[in-house]
């Protein structure tokens, strides 16, 4: 599974993105889907998770109600729908796939795709 990311851009506080993650390869709708971001200077972190069929969510207590995770397994595809957008928010997200869904560990999940820049202005 090769997987890209991207959505991310500048916008103002309070804001909205919406991230798109387009995976290819056939086994996509086999894996869970994890959101992940990392701000300059500071560890990777978990944002948010999806299931394999999308029933099931998770999220960091710092966006829950902002965030919404999403995916098309038809299309191969995972978003993360960013609302009320704070600078802290600010970081390159990445999208990752893995076999156990809700793991909020980088080694929880074996495909990683590039990240995409989001940037929060005050």
């Known amino acids: 599974v090769q997987l890209q990311a991207s959505g991310g851009g500048l916008v103002q506080a309070g804001g909205s993105l919406r991230l798109s993650c387009a995976a290819s390869g056939r086994a996509f709708s086999g894996y869970a889907v994890g959101w992940f971001r990392q701000a300059a200077g500071k560890e990777r972190e978990f944002v948010a998770a999806?299931?394999?069929?999308?029933?099931?969510?998770h999220y960091i207590d710092s966006v829950k109600g902002r965030f919404t995770v999403s995916r098309d397994n038809a299309k191969n595809a995972a978003y993360l729908q960013m609302n009320s957008l704070k600078p802290e928010d600010t970081a390159v997200y990445f999208c990752a796939q893995g076999l156990n869904y809700g793991s909020e560990r980088s080694l929880g999940y074996d495909y990683w795709g590039q990240g995409t820049l989001v940037t929060v202005s005050s």
């Open positions: 999806i299931s394999v069929n999308g029933r099931s969510t």
